[in-house]
């Protein structure tokens, strides 16, 4: 593995319990409001979709759940979400959106991250059978 990728896995690795932390002292609320208005930050760079950021979503998704595979504890979808729409804001990729659903029964929460419509999510779900509650 080449220096590069391994420094990309701890920081990811890291992201994954600071946004535990952080979930843990802020709330849910608070980070939503944070990465909404960078967001609103990031879609002011207008910055157009191409070929190169679709390549950048499929990295990052794919460093996410190798990162998840290595972790001590499973990270649930609202950590992974959050960490992945947190990464392609830092990348200037705005077209991509955090979606957070209900389903009521059975009852269930999931949440996931679209980019051009399709589904970054490694749990396979329906996401008609979601409303969704939130979305950024």
């Known amino acids: ?5 391994c420094i990309q896995f701890v ?8 946004i535990k932390i952080l979930l843990y002292i802020f709330g849910l609320r608070r980070i939503l409001n944070f990465l909404k ?14 070929e190169k950021n679709s390549l950048d979503v499929l ?28 990464l392609l804001l830092k990348k200037n990729i705005y077209n991509a959106k955090l979606k957070i659903g209900v389903c009521k029964y059975p009852f269930s929460a999931h949440a996931w991250v679209e980019y051009n419509g399709i589904v ?13 509650i939130e979305e950024i």
Do not use: H, W
Not at 1 to 5: A, Y
């Open 1 to 5: 593995m080449k220096i590069g990728k």
């Open 11 to 18: 920081k990811i690795y890291i992201y994954f319990i600071v």
């Open 37 to 50: 208005r960078m967001k609103a930050r990031t879609y002011l760079k207008n910055r157009p979709a191409n």
């Open 59 to 86: 990295y990052i998704k794919q460093q996410i759940d190798n990162v998840n595979i290595f972790q001590i504890y499973s990270a649930e979808c609202l950590e992974q979400s959050l960490i992945l729409f947190y």
């Open 120 to 132: 970054l999510s490694n749990i396979e779900f329906n996401k008609k059978d979601y409303s969704v």
